[in-house]
């Protein structure tokens, strides 16, 4: 029943590795987001997409790429994952772009790259 | 550079006190601050939200100060129970739509509620 989805929950890899997550959301809504949470940061803007094939670039995309390829799905991609991007991912979708719009938060997935 | 900056980074309060967090902000131009709440294990979830007209918004326990001049504000959590405890955003952004109208968001303040 959960409207935003994310997999894996938690994921580990090795430095270089290539990682892929995922995220669905059955709200029907317009506007998708990848954000990373980490200890004295907050939640960071990596990409984000307002329809299928759209991709927009946030305020910390260096490293990661992504893409849209329906309006339910949502990709972040790590090609050559560093250290760095050990971090917990949260997806997000809102109906609307505008800074009204209540977004809807996946549950997140925690990776580690060793 | 945080364009929001939330205090504590962490507080404790007994059951039935009242816990206070505090946000601030550095553009003017936002204009829209919405508050999510995230349990450990989950993703953050909207709570509450103000407009900039408005200098006060509530909703039973939680209750939002907002003070344009000193760009301050602050959330209120009344009668604090344990199930209150979890980390809570504080976010800005400009309400009109289109334009670069994402959310930003502050670091957090942990708040801990002992029975």
């Known amino acids: 029943e959960a409207a935003v989805t994310q997999s894996p929950r938690n994921k580990v890899t090795v430095t270089g590795g290539n990682v892929t997550l995922s995220c669905r959301q059955t709200?029907?809504?317009?506007?998708m987001y990848w954000y990373r949470q980490d200890t004295g940061h907050g939640l960071r803007l990596i990409h984000y997409?307002?329809?299928?094939?759209?991709?927009q670039i946030g305020d910390v995309p260096d490293g990661y790429k992504a893409t849209r390829t329906t309006q339910e799905d949502f990709f972040l991609l790590l090609e050559l994952a560093s250290p760095s991007q050990t971090s917990l991912y949260f997806c997000?979708?809102?109906?609307?772009?505008?800074?009204?719009?209540?977004?809807?938060f996946g549950p997140g997935t925690r990776l580690t790259v060793l | 550079q945080q364009q929001v900056r939330q205090s504590p980074q962490s507080l404790t309060v007994w059951e039935g006190e009242t816990a206070i967090l505090n946000c601030s902000y550095e553009?003017?131009?936002?204009?829209?601050f919405p508050w999510y709440q995230q349990f450990p294990g989950e993703g953050p979830a909207l709570l509450i939200a103000?407009?900039?007209?408005?200098d006060k918004k509530e909703d039973g326990r939680f209750t939002i100060f907002f003070n344009k001049r000193e760009k301050k504000l602050s959330l209120h959590i009344t009668d604090s129970q344990p199930g209150d405890s979890a980390t809570y955003f504080c976010?800005?952004?400009?309400?009109?739509?289109?334009?670069?109208?994402?959310?930003?968001f502050g670091q957090g303040t942990v708040l801990s509620v002992i029975p």
């Open positions: 976010a800005a952004s400009v309400w009109a739509t289109g334009g670069n109208n994402k959310l930003t």
């Open positions: 997000a979708s809102s109906l609307d772009w505008g800074g009204y719009a209540e977004q809807f």
């Open positions: 553009n003017s131009a936002f204009d829209y």
């Open positions: 103000i407009r900039s007209v408005s």
């Open positions: 709200n029907s809504h317009n506007y």
């Open positions: 997409s307002y329809g299928a094939g759209n991709l």
